[in-house]
């Protein structure tokens, strides 16, 4: 980008110049490669990427613990991605457990293990309703018109939903799919759909009253596994965390947002 | 019988008062300065513009007054633009057979005839941008004759040719003037045009009509003496042609005068211009190469008293020439009205017209 | 693999739909938008172009909210054909006519304004009606604009995908678009289909828009306009 012409009229400016870039880029390519020889000092903050349906109840959380740490949240994909290709997290807090096996077998990461169970809910707002009555096993059958779901492809929540409709005659339920499970409540809020497979912890979020929704029980899909990792690269303060996560007040925490707990398998 | 009446105030300063109509068997010419009104009494006849407070009515139809109006492709107005507007997406050919596609009604002058009288035979298969002024203005007048209007208006036709195409495209005008049976109305600002193609002159000024008039008295009467391009004009009738010397004799008032074309036939009542600077006086018939001299009776002199020249109305007869000299001249031959002159006209080229 | 072929024809149907409605309705205002001078032309003006430069998850959003039952146009539009707006074919063209529309109308506006005004009072006093005009002097005259319209407004269309992920619903049959597909297959490591899919999008891309200068280039030196 110096051209010749520049580079010869500014003989000493320019080797300063020059000497400005280079050093620059090698700091950067230092940075941005192996993060194993860069050790964070202590009280630096931990570093957290959390897949967004989790992060209300995690910042709750990283409140109650009183740790500095920075949290950043997206869809698992962005962030498995993100992470990858080298972005300096601490913790992955994932929606499922295919992206953290991932990131373990490529040996990134130096612990994996479950932080909590999603559960799947049929969701039916008083609206315009053909049946006043709280859904529950019955109404998949009854059913028909539009139902939101989060993307079975890639979304665990969606998975989890097909395979619960698998089990049904669901001849006039229609599946509509989100991006995710977000948008799949998206659509039923503002109405377009009049019922949603989403997550329990969205419909406690919204402050949602019980008799609108049906519980799915999980035997009708596989168990939605949301997992996290821990990256090689991350200091002591990463286990410290955990720790604080695993404890009782936490777990209780986590359990009324709407998820259902690792049975002690570390 | 076209009536029109407008009563318009722009802001601006542009006012437009007139109260008129125009009759139907003939050529009717606005003349006046640019910005004085007449392209915008066209547009409001043919409906290009719509202001309140402006009555037309055509044949008794009425086109526009406070209730009604009729926009402008239900009025069969044939309009010649100033700026020419041929459609450039389609060949001379193409835009003719627009207007034929939509033609008014069925009575009017057939394609061949007009093709014929303005010549465009050899520019049919043409697009538009490759014709020449002159040229692309045959094929606009030749398009609104097409649609068999009831009315032609034309503005300032000639306005965008240079004076070499006028010259060539006067007698198209002179031709068509002969076979049109609908009335003209011809907005100009050149008094040559006027002349050669009008019968009834309306000149208008300031957005108001200050004098109607016809054509041989406008030319006498109308223009005003530091005109360069005032001219008489006169009627004569054919009386002979002298195919030695290819001249035709004409009578004038019991007089002869000679012209250069041998288009006539004895017995033709014809119209012919003859320029004011062309000319000159004499107190006695010499013998000289100017063929036509004419008796004369000074009329009434227009001396401005600053200024090389004056203008000088002269009569014989019925009709009247104009002639312009010098004010040396003037004083030197101590011309008085009343007195006897003879009138030398110079040339033999003088523009011809059939009376109507 | 069949089902990106099936996006593909969704894509292709979903441009096509979208572009003749535009010709339809975005004709006629790009015309009133080329003639108009009052002060309801000052108002319309910014509201068409607004789609370039909102978000498409904007404009999503709205429409999200605007296509469900419980708002008017929503319900409107249930009542007459018993379905929702929103996951519905109809529901992206609706979404696709208004993201594309300034695509359409201002390259029309401007061919309409270069259009010179005597031109059709001439054709108006050879006895041409307003349609007749239209049809046989503006659109003529107007070819270039009107085929730049509808090249933008098209692959415009192809490209879209904010509006398509918020108001679609990713229906294998009706609703899942090229874009889409290729965003699914990102999503799930799929990086093979997805260079396929984008590598199309990208040559389909090209060559519109190399056949879209070529010809333009060609008029120019036709009708010796360059308009």
Redesign the interface.
């Given at each position: 980008m110096i051209s010749l012409s520049v580079w010869s009229s500014f003989r000493p400016g320019g080797w300063f110049v020059l000497t400005v870039l280079v050093s620059s880029m090698l700091g950067a390519c230092t940075l941005a490669a192996e993060p194993l020889t860069h050790q964070p000092l202590p009280h630096e903050p931990l570093r957290v990427a959390v897949a967004a349906n989790f992060k209300p109840v995690l910042e709750q959380l990283i409140n109650d613990s009183s740790m500095a740490i920075k949290l950043s949240s997206g869809s698992t994909g962005a962030l498995y991605a993100q992470i990858k290709y080298g972005a300096p997290y601490d913790i992955f807090f994932a929606a499922d457990d295919i992206r953290p096996e991932k990131l373990e077998s490529s040996n990134l990461t130096r612990i994996r293990k479950t932080y909590a169970y999603g559960r799947l809910v049929l969701w039916i707002p008083e609206k315009k309703l053909h049946t006043a009555s709280t859904p529950g096993e019955t109404t998949l059958t009854e059913f028909s018109g539009p139902i939101a779901i989060a993307n079975p492809l890639h979304a665990p929540y969606g998975r989890a939903a097909k395979e619960l409709l698998s089990h049904f005659e669901t001849n006039n339920a229609k599946p509509v799919f989100g991006l995710s499970v977000a948008q799949a409540f998206t659509f039923v809020r503002t109405g377009n759909a009049p019922a949603g497979l989403v997550g329990l912890s969205q419909v406690i979020a919204s402050s949602i009253s019980k008799d609108r929704y049906w519980l799915v029980p999980e035997l009708y899909h596989e168990p939605i596994r949301q997992q996290l990792v821990v990256m090689k690269t991350a200091p002591g303060s990463a286990e410290v965390f955990l720790d604080f996560l695993y404890r009782d007040t936490s777990r209780a925490v986590i359990t009324e947002a709407g998820y259902r707990l690792p049975e002690d398998d570390h | 019988m076209l009536e029109v009446s407008a009563d318009i105030v722009r802001p601006g300063g542009f006012t437009l008062a007139i109260n008129t109509s125009f009759p139907n068997d003939r050529v009717s010419a606005l003349f006046g300065p640019s910005g004085s009104g007449k392209s915008t009494i066209l547009r409001l006849i043919?409906?290009?513009e719509h202001e309140d407070g402006t009555i037309i009515r055509f044949n008794g139809e009425t086109w526009q007054d406070g209730n009604v109006f009729l926009?402008?492709?239900h009025?069969?107005?044939?309009?010649v633009?100033q700026?020419l507007?041929l459609?450039?997406?389609l060949s001379v050919d193409g835009n003719l057979a627009?207007?034929e596609d939509?033609?008014?009604r069925t009575t009017g002058m057939s394609r061949c005839d007009i093709i014929e009288i303005l010549h465009l035979q050899d520019l049919l298969d043409q697009p538009p941008?490759q014709l020449s002024g002159g040229e692309q203005q045959r094929v606009a007048i030749a398009?609104?004759l097409l649609?068999n209007p009831q009315l032609l208006v034309m503005d300032e036709p000639l306005g965008s040719i240079d004076a070499a195409a006028k010259d060539r495209i006067l007698p198209y005008l002179q031709r068509l003037h002969m076979n049109l049976e609908i009335p003209v109305i011809y907005v100009s600002h050149s008094l040559d045009e006027v002349l050669y193609f009008a019968d009834t002159v309306y000149t208008i000024e300031a957005g108001r009509i200050t004098r109607e008039s016809s054509v041989v008295e406008f030319s006498v009467d109308g223009i005003g003496i530091h005109q360069s391009e005032a001219a008489a004009i006169i009627r004569c009738r054919v009386v002979v042609t002298d195919e030695d010397f290819s001249l035709t004799e004409v009578s004038f008032e019991q007089q002869t005068i000679y012209i250069s074309s041998d288009k006539f036939r004895p017995g033709d009542d014809i119209r012919v211009k003859i320029p004011a600077r062309d000319v000159s006086l004499s107190r006695q018939r010499h013998s000289s190469s100017i063929i036509n001299v004419i008796e004369t009776t000074i009329s009434s002199i227009m001396d401005p008293g600053d200024g090389p020249t004056a203008m000088v109305k002269l009569s014989c007869g019925e009709q009247h020439l104009l002639t312009r000299i010098t004010r040396k001249s003037l004083k030197e031959l101590a011309l008085r009205p009343g007195e006897k002159v003879f009138a030398q006209i110079k040339g033999v080229a003088l523009m011809t017209d059939y009376e109507r | 693999m069949d089902q990106d072929l099936i996006s593909l024809f969704i894509t292709i149907r979903l441009a096509t739909t979208t572009t003749i409605f535009l010709i339809l309705f975005g004709t006629p205002l790009a015309w009133w938008l080329s003639q108009s001078r009052g002060w309801l032309r000052t108002l319309i003006e910014p509201m068409v172009a607004l789609p370039i430069v909102l978000p498409p998850t904007v404009v999503g959003f709205y429409l999200l909210i605007a296509f469900s039952p419980d708002s008017l146009p929503g319900e409107l539009w249930q009542s007459a054909t018993g379905t929702t707006l929103a996951f519905s074919f109809s529901g992206l063209v609706v979404g696709s006519v208004i993201y594309s529309l300034p695509f359409y109308v201002q390259p029309l506006q401007v061919a309409f304004s270069a259009l010179q005004r005597e031109l059709i009072e001439a054709a108006a006093t050879l006895g041409a009606s307003p349609l007749d005009r239209f049809i046989s002097l503006v659109v003529p005259l107007c070819r270039r604009g009107f085929f730049i319209a509808i090249c933008l407004s098209f692959a415009h269309t192809v490209g879209e995908f904010g509006i398509v992920l918020m108001i679609g619903g990713n229906l294998p049959e009706e609703t899942r678009v090229l874009s889409i597909a290729l965003f699914d297959h990102v999503e799930s490591l799929d990086y093979g289909r997805a260079h396929l899919l984008s590598l199309g999008l990208i040559l389909f891309s090209f060559v519109l828009l190399l056949v879209l200068y070529s010809v333009d280039r060609r008029w120019q030196k036709v009708t010796g306009v360059a308009r």
């Open positions: - | 043919a409906g290009l926009p402008p492709h009025r069969q107005v044939g309009y633009f700026h507007n459609f450039p997406h627009y207007a939509r033609q008014h941008g398009r609104a649609s | -």
